[in-house]
Nanobody
Framework: QLQLVESGGGLVQPGGSLRLSCAASGFTLDYYAIGWFRQAPGKEREGVSCISRRGGRSNYADSVKGRFTISRDNAKNMVYLQMNSLKPEDTAVYYC????????????????????WGQGTQVTVSS
């Protein structure tokens, strides 16, 4: 079965850290750029970060720059989102999405035609 599975979410206090993982099953991530997105209750899905297929390029939403770091390990077929200095406004369901591409680019647009989406993992930042 071809799928993406997110993990690593949970409840954390403000100022804390979490590392989200995105695992590919049934296909290799070598030809896929990966985007991380989040959706809070009552809000539209927004792009958080993305990384190109070879890891040469990455982008971040202004709201997470300096706090979040995206990385990938193609040998393990994994992509990670390290989230530090978490704030209550970071509370959301976080999704990863894979975009088949031969170029070393990536997108954080929720309307981009991604090939696969994961089911999401809940991140709650609260004291």
């Amino acid at each position: 079965q071809l799928q993406l599975v997110e993990s690593g979410g949970g409840l954390v206090q403000p100022g804390g850290s979490l590392r989200l993982s995105c695992a590919a099953s049934g296909f290799t991530l070598d030809y896929y750029a990966i985007g991380w997105f989040r959706q809070a209750p009552g809000k539209e899905r927004e792009g958080v970060s993305c990384i190109s297929r070879r890891g040469g390029r990455s982008n971040y939403a202004d709201s997470v720059k300096g706090r979040f770091t995206i990385s990938r390990d193609n040998a393990k077929n994994m992509v990670y989102l390290q989230m530090n200095s978490l704030k209550p406004e970071d509370t959301a369901v976080y999704y990863c999405a894979a975009d088949f591409t031969l170029l070393d680019i990536c997108s954080t647009s929720p309307t981009h035609d991604f090939t696969y989406w994961g089911q999401g993992t809940q991140v709650t930042v609260s004291s």
